[in-house]
């Protein structure tokens, strides 16, 4: 059934989740340093962002389309 997919894009999310908290502190909640270039700044405003995203994605799926998901072919 659909439930077998489901579970491993679920499990998947929880690796990646888990792999952005290891980058967030990595980069001290992307906090570049003082003496720091744009670029280096660009890079961490856009690894803050991306992690954004990733948990937007991530809620999306586990909490509206995979839940609708079940609910429409999990039962047929």
């Known amino acids: 059934g659909i439930e077998h997919p489901i579970g491993v894009m679920m499990m998947e999310h929880d690796s990646a989740g888990e792999t952005m908290e290891k980058m967030r502190k990595l980069t001290n ?36 389309l995979f839940p609708r998901a079940i609910e429409l072919f999990g039962a047929g």
């Not at 744009?38 to 799926?61: G, P």
């Open 29 to 64: 909640s992307y906090t570049p340093p003082e003496d720091a270039c744009n670029s280096y700044k660009q890079l961490f405003h856009s690894l803050a962002r991306f992690e954004l995203e990733m948990h937007q994605h991530v809620h999306k799926e586990n909490n509206i």
